[in-house]
């Protein structure tokens, strides 16, 4: 038989398959904008948040954690809206996990006040005790290193100024290390005296986990408002 | 033809090479196992467990199951076209290129250089090292079929050339990103995209290398092994082309209920159905091929694992497409029940596949009798035990878990907070890490009778159940 004895000719038809679903299934989807549409709602990260992400990425968090809500009676009222595809539009690469060791993060952002992350990540068992997430103290004991941050979110497209980025990231040490930061006690307790006028790893990953699903509360107003638009439009007409 | 033309270097190199990788992936594995239930063991940043598990799934499926791929490869490529290998010195270079390549890959991922993908995980650096060593592993392929003396291409080499082309599709697609530096980039995909090529590549890492270079092997070793032709050519020609055709099509059920949109997620479910059709192609024709000579189960050391390994692919093959259905994934999905899924497919059918093919090629190279027959059997028993009591162990936590998750009072209020599902888990995954154990015995057993047979010892020449062939 013809094909059997032609490894070259074999070899093509093969990848003529396998291209037939991979174009289908995930070429053309690309180049669909209702694959991965855009809101205005929903913020690129800041140059902090960005850098926590990549702490996140780093320490593969995702492993036991999800970040897509799904559209499941009980998963909306353990964690809240369900995720929508405009939320992920900033995202690479996306971090909707596979496994569940822990609860989904999507909506984590605002739930706990930043000093409860610092307590939780430097030590989760003193919040949760049957936690088997692991320490993550020694994050406050490495400062952030920003010299990529530039670079990255011009790579990613964010639009930022080098000026834009250097004050984010300023405003942001600002903010950690005043007297005034309301978690300042637990973050100068989790923190080594020589790291605490700086910005470390940890603070940036308590930023990225405060952005977490924080636009989606506009996103869905913004939804409510257009719906009451259109509604009020249908009735002027009639 | 004489054998000895064969060069059989690499093919040995290689399944030291797996040897190697598989036991220090399953060290690793029990370490993260015995995390779960003991976290003070995430001593260091690196061992911590979100570093540990990508360095476990790695290791094992690039390190293990690759190594003991090519290793087949170059033993089957080298046979069933009567020729040696085109370039025996570039394929040194192969596994030369590998190990160093898994070995930087370990090292990177402990160090937290993770793009985060799962199975992609590698920084751009090694992903440009991974693509130059899958060429030089293609040029030799195609040149050995073009020398071939044997015209025809068996059965195995399809799926071998299947795997070769498909996988360098996947692998390149996938990691498309954009360097900030050495020791980091992002994908050119954003998000939903990015998240729907992932699972593309996700899936169609586990179909074309632990299922398309598995059942090469599985329809070369067998019939050598007990000395009877494959039951149908026409049964697997269909099984092929459907296979190759249809796995591509079914990522997005790793992202069931998900932003994906739900066209990709339909066509995904309905070609995971079908796609039972050719895997059942493979497991009936395995069976057939057997022509009732099931008394060589008990005679023949080496049919068992054929035979049970191509039965766990069928199991896989029903489990996999009914978890992907929306009313199961909406239960399953994120569970225990998931990573039992995973395991029956690489404890249960790659590894029994693997390793019987390992023991036959050592025979056949050396001219030799398996060192121990009874510590072969013990090394199968004791793989199948662990892997039940690891699987199932993981089937009830994910249906428990599954069920605590959806749980509400009688005014709709949830019943269980997440971390009271979490406390209830611990018990499974010490029973999980005892089987994780069991398995691992049998694996060092396997290890120890492998490197005995490989130095030309033999236990006894009375040791019952010789191959017959
Ligand atoms: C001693 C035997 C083994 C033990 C104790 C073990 C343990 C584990 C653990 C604890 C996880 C993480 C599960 C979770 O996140 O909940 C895991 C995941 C995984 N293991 Fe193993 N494993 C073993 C053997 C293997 C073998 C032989 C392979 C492959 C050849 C393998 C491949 C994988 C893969 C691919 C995953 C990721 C699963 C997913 O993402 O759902 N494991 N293993
Ligand atoms: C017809 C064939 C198969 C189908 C349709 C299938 C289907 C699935 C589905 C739907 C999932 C995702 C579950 C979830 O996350 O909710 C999954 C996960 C997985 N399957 Fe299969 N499966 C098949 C065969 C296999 C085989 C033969 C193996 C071999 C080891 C395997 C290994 C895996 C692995 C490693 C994962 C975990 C991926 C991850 O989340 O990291 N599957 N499979």
């Not at chain 2, 001219?367 to 013990?378: D, K, M, P």
């Not at chain 2, 010892?457 to 019952?464: A, F, G, H, R, V």
Request: hydrophobic share 45%; charged share 15%.
């Amino acid at each position: 038989m013809g094909i059997y004895s032609k490894p070259a000719l074999f070899a093509l038809l093969s990848v003529v398959l396998i291209l037939a679903g991979t174009f289908v299934t995930t070429i053309l989807p690309i180049y669909m904008p209702s694959t991965q549409p855009v809101s205005r709602y929903i913020k690129p990260y800041t140059a902090v948040e960005l850098e926590g992400r990549d702490i996140y990425i780093r320490e593969g968090c995702n492993n036991c954690h999800t970040q897509t809500v799904r559209p499941l009676r009980t998963e909306v009222a353990r964690y809240g809206e369900y995720s929508k595809p405009e939320e992920f539009a900033y995202d690479r690469p996306h971090l909707w996990g596979s496994r569940r060791t822990g609860p989904d993060l999507a909506r984590v952002g605002g739930k706990y006040p930043d000093a409860w992350h610092y307590q939780h990540l430097s030590d989760p068992a003193s919040v949760s005790p049957v936690s088997n997430m692991p320490a993550y103290g020694w994050l406050a004991g490495r400062r952030l290193d920003t010299g990529y941050t530039f670079r990255k979110v011009s790579v990613l497209g964010y639009g930022y100024s080098r000026q834009e980025v250097t004050e984010q990231i300023d405003s942001y040490r600002v903010r950690v290390t005043a007297p005034d930061y309301p978690a300042r006690d637990v973050r100068s307790r989790v923190t080594p005296p020589e790291f605490r006028n700086y910005l470390t790893e940890m603070d940036a990953l308590v930023a990225y986990l405060q952005k977490l699903g924080r636009d989606v509360k506009e996103l869905e107003q913004g939804r409510q408002v257009a719906l009451q638009e259109n509604e009020s439009g249908k009735s002027e007409v009639q | 033809m004489k054998e000895s033309v064969h060069d059989y270097s690499v093919v040995r190199g290689f399944a030291y090479s797996a040897l190697f990788w598989l036991i220090i992936g399953l060290v690793v594995g029990l370490w993260l196992a015995a995390e779960m239930f003991y976290p003070r063991l995430n001593l260091t940043p690196w061992l911590s467990f979100g570093r540990l598990r990508v360095v476990h799934t790695n290791g094992l499926a690039f390190g293990f199951a690759l190594a003991g791929i090519f290793s087949c490869t170059y033993y089957m490529l080298q046979r069933l076209t009567r020729t040696p290998i085109a370039f025996p010195r570039l394929a040194r270079f192969h596994l030369y290129l590998f190990n160093a390549a898994i070995a930087l890959a370990a090292l990177s991922l402990f160090a937290g250089m993770n793009t985060s993908k799962e199975y992609a995980e590698l920084e751009w650096p090694l992903d440009v090292v991974v693509v130059i060593m899958w060429v030089v592993f293609a040029v030799n392929v195609f040149a050995t079929l073009a020398r071939r003396r044997e015209k025809q291409m068996y059965i195995s080499l399809w799926y071998i050339i299947a795997m070769t082309v498909t996988v360098a599709v996947l692998y390149i697609i996938n990691n498309l990103s954009v360097p900030v530096n050495l020791f980091k980039s992002y994908p050119i995909y954003a998000g939903v995209n990015d998240a729907n090529v992932q699972w593309w590549y996700g899936h169609n890492a586990v179909g074309f290398v632990f299922t398309v270079p598995i059942l090469a092997m599985f329809y070369y070793y067998l019939p050598k092994t007990v000395n009877l032709p494959i039951y149908s050519h026409r049964l697997s020609i269909i099984s092929f082309w459907s296979l190759v055709f249809a796995y591509l099509w079914t990522g997005a059920h790793h992202l069931m209920l998900t932003p994906v949109p739900e066209w990709i997620q339909t066509v995904a479910i309905a070609f995971s159905i079908f796609l039972i059709a050719p895997s059942w192609g493979s497991v009936v024709n395995g069976y057939y091929t057997m022509r009732g000579n099931w008394d060589l189960m008990r005679t023949n050391y080496l049919t068992k694992f054929f035979v049970v390994g191509i039965t766990f692919y069928g199991l896989q093959t029903i489990q996999g497409p009914t978890q992907g259905l929306r009313t199961l994934t909406a239960f399953f999905h994120y569970t225990d029940y998931i990573v039992g899924h995973v395991h029956m497919g690489t404890m249960g059918w790659v590894t029994m596949i693997i390793s019987a093919s390992l023991y036959y090629m050592v025979q056949e190279m050396n001219r030799t009798e398996v060192y121990s027959v009874r510590l072969a059997n013990l090394h199968f028993y004791l793989i199948l035990a662990g892997q039940l009591l690891y699987t199932v162990t993981m089937w009830i936590a994910g249906i428990q878990q599954g069920a605590m998750w959806k749980a509400t009072n009688p005014d709709g209020s949830l019943t269980y907070s997440f971390i009271e599902t979490v406390a209830s888990l611990y018990p499974y995954w010490k029973i999980r890490f005892v089987g994780g154990l069991v398995y691992f015995l049998g694996i060092v057993v396997f290890v120890y009778n492998f490197v005995m047979t490989g130095r030309g010892s033999k236990k006894s020449s009375l040791d019952p159940g010789m191959r017959t062939a």
